[in-house]
């Protein structure tokens, strides 16, 4: 038998590459670790099982939370970007705690479930948006506490 016969080769030592186009490995325990995006509530984020095949209810709070954790991070980043009467050792615990959940932010992306996906943007939108009004409503009070000093 030729090096490499019946195993893919083309003879020369190199691997011929998967003919398998779905994308999809199955984890042993019954649960599927996809590699491209998929659309279904049938997902995998952040925790094993969860939200799962517990029906559309849990995967809707799967996204809300993903939501909520998204626009968390990107508020927290007003409050590190305002420097103003805070101790460096108070924004480096911000900072911390908005990349840690920044970090799980990504890793619910890598679910690579569409849903999710959508979910983190507008979460991170949403965050950008009362990060935003945080501080013009700051730099409004700022203004004012200027033009009373004066007077």
């Given at each position: 038998?030729?090096?490499?016969?019946?195993?893919?080769?083309?003879?020369?030592?190199?691997?011929?590459?998967?003919?398998?186009?779905?994308?999809?490995?199955?984890?042993?325990?019954?649960?599927?670790?996809?590699?491209?995006?998929?659309?279904?509530?049938h997902a995998q984020v952040l925790f094993a099982g969860w939200p799962g095949d517990r029906g559309?209810?849990?995967?809707?709070?799967?996204?809300?939370?993903?939501?909520?954790?998204?626009?968390?991070?990107?508020?927290?980043?007003?409050?590190?970007?305002?420097?103003?009467?805070?101790?460096?050792?108070?924004?480096?615990?911000?900072?911390?705690?908005?990349?840690?959940?920044?970090?799980?932010?990504?890793?619910?992306?890598?679910?690579?479930?569409?849903?999710?996906?959508?979910?983190?943007?507008?979460?991170?939108?949403?965050?950008?948006?009362?990060?935003?009004?945080?501080?013009?409503?700051?730099?409004?009070?700022?203004?004012?506490?200027?033009?009373?000093?004066?007077?």
């Amino acid at each position: 038998m030729a090096m490499g016969a019946g195993r893919g080769d083309d003879g020369m030592g190199m691997m011929m590459p998967p003919t398998d186009t779905n994308m999809e490995h199955d984890m042993g325990d019954g649960a599927v670790m996809h590699m491209t995006f998929f659309w279904g509530k049938h997902a995998q984020v952040l925790f094993a099982g969860w939200p799962g095949d517990r029906g559309l209810g849990m995967y809707f709070l799967s996204l809300v939370f993903v939501a909520a954790v998204a626009a968390v991070a990107e508020t927290l980043s007003a409050i590190s970007g305002s420097r103003r009467g805070v101790s460096g050792g108070a924004l480096a615990v911000v900072h911390g705690i908005q990349m840690g959940l920044a970090y799980m932010v990504m890793l619910a992306v890598m679910s690579f479930n569409g849903g999710v996906f959508i979910a983190a943007v507008v979460g991170h939108a949403l965050g950008f948006l009362l990060s935003r009004s945080f501080r013009s409503s700051a730099s409004d009070e700022e203004a004012n506490n200027r033009s009373t000093s004066k007077n």
